[in-house]
């Protein structure tokens, strides 16, 4: 690249509206930050620092020079580097004030990660616009409903969209077809084993369902188990399950915090409603 011929940041954008085309053809002129922008730059150690703000106005645009980052901002922050990357960007999505919209890359200055971090904005993005799958398949046994209704409506303030079957298929839809589809749709399985639960019919198709879905999204979907002891007697986990994440938490909190953490999708940014 010619810092003559082109901006650091222009070089930046142009590789992400390729990348945004190769997946999304038609629409790059319409995604965030590609459809209208500002920009800032800073650095921080051998990182350059760029926040762009999505304006989706693309005749007004500015840009600007923030200089270093205080070290004070990013506080033991020796060095930033793929184990903390995340967090960095967490903290200085905040102090910008950004939104879903927006993106913080950290770019090091050989441009050897601009390709990831283009990736990890590609995510964001496909999130803040609803491209992303967050859907969630509650499989479970009818006794076990009421149980599994409390972390439906829980992930449902969490901002996720679960898959019950109750409220997920309408009369006279074929089953195993609504729930094959439930599980296309869907970026996560979560499977409440207890003592009712009985590896037979529908839930055995959901068990191979679930490990469909993981072998064709690989890290974009999760299969969680969560085997649970009823008046001692503990859930049996099919062993097709065995291999994924398998816990067997002490109440329904502890359930909740281990799903959270297993899914491949986390909870956005909090915003004033």
């Known amino acids: 690249m010619s810092q003559e011929q082109?901006?650091?940041?222009?070089?930046?954008?142009?590789?992400?509206?390729?990348?945004v085309a190769l997946k999304y053809q038609g629409y790059q002129n319409h995604w965030p930050i590609i459809s209208g922008h500002n920009v800032k730059i800073g650095q921080y150690r051998d990182h350059v620092v760029i926040f762009f703000k999505h304006t989706a106005d693309p005749h007004m645009k500015s840009s600007s020079g923030i200089g270093p980052i205080p070290p004070?901002?990013?506080m033991g922050v020796e060095a930033i580097n793929p184990s903390n990357i995340k967090v960095v960007r967490e903290k200085l999505e905040k102090f910008?004030?950004?939104?879903?919209?927006?993106c913080v890359l950290l770019v090091k200055q050989d441009m050897s990660n601009l390709?990831?971090?283009?990736?990890?904005?590609?995510?964001q993005h496909e999130y803040a616009l609803g491209l992303?799958?967050?859907k969630i398949f509650l499989s479970h046994k009818g006794a076990d409903k009421p149980k599994v209704r409390e972390f439906k409506e829980t992930l449902e303030l969490l901002g996720f969209d679960p898959w019950l079957d109750e409220d997920a298929m309408h009369a006279g839809v074929e089953l195993e077809r609504a729930i094959a589809?439930?599980?296309?749709?869907s970026c996560a399985a979560v499977f409440f084993v207890t003592p009712n639960y009985v590896d037979e019919q529908y839930l055995a198709a959901e068990v191979n369902y679930a490990i469909a879905e993981k072998r064709k999204k690989s890290?974009?979907?999760s299969i969680v188990t969560l085997v649970y002891e009823v008046d001692g007697k503990k859930g049996q986990v099919p062993d097709l399950l065995v291999p994924y994440v398998w816990k067997e938490p002490r109440n329904d909190l502890e359930a909740i915090r281990e799903l959270i953490?297993?899914?491949p999708v986390k909870v956005g940014n909090v915003y004033w409603k």
């Open 6 to 19: 082109i901006s650091f940041d222009d070089y930046v954008l142009n590789n992400y509206r390729t990348l």
């Open 115 to 123: 390709q990831s971090e283009l990736e990890a904005t590609l995510q």
């Open 181 to 185: 589809q439930g599980f296309k749709d």
């Open 72 to 74: 004070s901002l990013l």
């Open 219 to 221: 890290t974009k979907f």
């Open 96 to 102: 910008f004030c950004a939104t879903p919209n927006d």
């Open 261 to 263: 953490r297993a899914l």
């Open 132 to 134: 992303t799958p967050m």
